[in-house]
């Protein structure tokens, strides 16, 4: 008797089978196409601030003042200063080279920067300067306590400087190494240039005359503070930066001094930050009346650069005396 024979599979059945699995590639090239478009869109809104920060009008447009003289060290050739003084914002807005220079004899100029910026890229600024100039006699490096603390800080300027004197393949990667501040600052650089577009930015037009007429110094457009307003907790300074920049810029003749920036006398931290400095700056913490304070208990009127300078400038006159 023959075998019975095998039921035969009908053709549509196996039709059936090859449009499934057409649908279902189908379906996961629609899948990752969509995951790609939800990470291309915050990518793209990430990078797109990368042409904003570098165009050559954003540090008007950032209506950031600490912004205001981004490029000044990187723009001064063959200045030659005899003396220079760069540091964080509290040298910025407190060291007057006009005064410094009337009391010491000594030209002076004043190319510090803001605390992020040192904290993002470090003593870059200083180094461009010294790369086109003959090295100084004397180079004042001032820091607030906080800043010699090396905490991480990533407010706008430091990741503006990054952008702006870094090529990208030396930036990238520290951006994406700190996404989420990244993120922060991409949304600051669109909102700052949209702001830019709808309207005019801020008139810094007091602080440039008095940053041109005094070569280097930013005095901030706010009025004198009248108490302490700051809220920061102490960390005790590190001497470790302190002795690196020493050691680095202590050649060519060039004698290196750590100056503490003041601070007011109602700062709730005073005692602290005075015993803090003892030992890595070369001088005693200054105390001042708050008056002579516009911003964060750290940032000096007019009148306080000028009290502070004058003070910097007689100290740099009598090294001058001793070295003669």
């Not at 994406?176 to 600051?188: D, I, K, Q």
Request: net charge neutral; glycine share 4%; aromatic share 8%.
């Amino acid at each position: 008797m023959p075998a019975p024979r095998a039921a035969a599979v009908p053709y549509k059945s196996s039709v059936s089978v090859s449009e499934a699995q057409a649908q279902e590639v189908t379906s996961d090239r629609e899948y990752r196409r969509y995951l790609l478009t939800l990470l291309a869109v915050p990518a793209l809104f990430l990078l797109s601030c990368i042409p904003i920060v570098r165009s050559s009008t954003f540090l008007t447009d950032s209506g950031d003042p600490f912004l205001f003289n981004a490029d000044y060290a990187f723009d001064l050739h063959h200045a030659n200063c005899e003396v220079v003084v760069f540091g964080d914002s509290t040298a910025l807005t407190g060291v007057d080279p006009v005064t410094v220079a009337r009391l010491s004899g000594l030209s002076t100029c004043n190319i510090s920067q803001s605390q992020s910026i040192l904290e993002v890229v470090g003593p870059l600024a200083l180094d461009a300067y010294l790369s086109h100039n003959t090295p100084p006699r004397y180079l004042i490096l001032q820091f607030a306590s906080e800043t010699l603390a090396h905490q991480d800080v990533f407010w706008p300027e430091g990741l503006t400087l990054l952008l702006r004197r870094q090529s990208l393949p030396r930036a990238l990667p520290f951006l994406l190494a700190h996404p989420v501040e990244f993120y922060g600052f991409a949304l600051w650089a669109i909102k700052s240039k949209l702001a830019a577009m709808r309207g005019p930015p801020p008139d810094f037009g007091d602080m440039e005359a008095t940053f041109r007429a005094r070569h280097g110094l930013l005095v901030l457009p706010k009025p004198p503070q009248s108490a302490c307003t700051a809220k920061r907790t102490y960390k005790a300074p590190a001497d470790s930066w302190a002795r690196q920049l020493r050691a680095k810029y202590a050649v060519n003749g060039t004698q290196v001094v750590i100056a503490a920036a003041p601070i007011p006398e109602c700062d709730p931290h005073a005692a602290s930050i005075i015993a803090g400095m003892r030992g890595i700056a070369d001088n005693t913490v200054a105390l001042y009346p708050i008056g002579l304070f516009n911003d964060l208990d750290r940032h000096l009127t007019l009148a306080g650069a000028e009290r502070w300078s004058s003070e910097l400038g007689i100290w740099v006159e009598r090294m001058e005396r001793r070295a003669h």
